[in-house]
Nanobody
Framework: QGQLVESGGGLVQPGGSLRLSCAAS????????LNWYRQAPGKERELVAT????????NYADSVKGRFTISRDNAKNTVYLQMNSLKPEDTAVYYC?????????????WGQGTQVTVSS
């Protein structure tokens, strides 16, 4: 069975940086688009960043554009989220997601989440 495991979360001061990693196993990683979502207390889950299966295209939520960078290493079956200039409003549980839709069949894998807290 496919699995995603996030790491790299923690406590950071405003203006600081963190890099999240998400390691995949049990499925063809290179065939999936990859997403980072986040969910803050009392709020709905929000799509933060997306990278295509080939890494040719990326997209970001307006709230993180210019501060966050998503990347992937298909040789290591890992996706990353580099987060710079962090703000208190970035505090949330961050989840990675692998998504594939082909011929009407949807396949999704989710990680367990990693907590990011931005506070002085």
């Amino acid at each position: 069975q496919g699995q995603l495991v996030e790491s790299g979360g923690g406590l950071v001061q405003p203006g600081g940086s963190l890099r999240l990693s998400c390691a995949a196993s049990g499925f063809t990683f290179s065939a999936y688009a990859l997403n980072w979502y986040r969910q803050a207390p009392g709020k709905e889950r929000e799509l933060v960043a997306t990278i295509s299966s080939s890494a040719v295209s990326t997209n970001y939520a307006d709230s993180v554009k210019g501060r966050f960078t998503i990347s992937r290493d298909n040789a290591k079956n890992t996706v990353y989220l580099q987060m710079n200039s962090l703000k208190p409003e970035d505090t949330a549980v961050y989840y990675c997601n692998a998504h594939k839709q082909r011929f009407g069949v949807i396949s999704d894998y989710w990680g367990q989440g990693t907590q990011v807290t931005v506070s002085s």
